[in-house]
């Protein structure tokens, strides 16, 4: 059986973001998938602690909520991962997440060798501007990061404009598109 796991970088239980990964679930689930999200919202979640141990096990000695994800990933055939931009990057509690997949690469910045490459990946964004050059660095600097990890991107699906009259009639495409992103994620 397929494995998905996705991480939800938004607050917000039934924002945009949520209902775009939502869709993705649904989408492999009905392709059979198992699904596995994690709400990088949690209370429960610790910083990297910068002790470097992943640097030479494949692990993570910070013991909280996250834990179980590095099982999770290990196991996936396909990672999620979506966030709102705030302050033209990714929120602070996805930020905080991406520093604890460090455990992806081994070795150190030059000399990264990626120790669960081969994943296909979905990225998710939404913004309340509606020009997408506004959040383009930081999703680029992500998927850049994903990129190094060896995750193969699929489709990356940024939703505009919704501080404003958001174009519902867009969301509804995208929903739809994130529903078959899930679908192809499977088999
Ligand atoms: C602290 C904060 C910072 C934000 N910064 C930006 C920004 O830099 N650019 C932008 O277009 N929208 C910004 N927004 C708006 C969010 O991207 C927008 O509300 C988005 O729809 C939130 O996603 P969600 O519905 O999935 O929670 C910001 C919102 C918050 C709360």
């Not at 002790?51 to 909280?64: I, M, N, S």
């Not at 996936?76 to 979506?82: K, L, N, P, S, Y």
């Not at 030059?110 to 979905?122: A, E, Q, S, W």
């Amino acid at each position: 059986m397929s494995k998905v796991v996705i991480f939800k970088g938004s607050p917000r239980k039934n924002g945009y973001t949520a209902k775009l990964l939502e869709q993705v679930a649904k989408g492999a689930k009905s392709k059979g998938a198992e699904v596995i999200k994690f709400d990088l919202n949690d209370p429960g979640i610790r910083g990297c602690q910068g002790c470097f141990y992943c640097r030479t096990h494949d692990g993570c000695t910070v013991e909280d909520y996250l834990h179980p994800m590095y099982e999770a990933i290990n196991e996936a055939d396909a990672i999620v991962f979506g966030s709102p931009i705030y302050y033209y990057q990714i929120t602070g509690q996805a930020r905080v997440w991406l520093d604890r997949t460090f455990p992806m690469v081994a070795g150190l910045k030059d000399t990264f060798v990626p120790r669960h490459p081969g994943k296909k990946l979905i990225t998710i964004f939404v913004q309340g501007s509606s020009d997408p050059k506004i959040g383009a660095e930081g999703i680029k600097f992500v998927n850049d990061i994903f990129k190094t990890y060896g995750w193969k991107l699929e489709d990356n699906i940024h939703y505009c404009g919704t501080s404003h009259n958001p174009d519902l009639t867009m969301f509804d495409e995208l929903s739809l598109r994130a529903f078959k992103d899930g679908k192809n994620l499977v088999g």
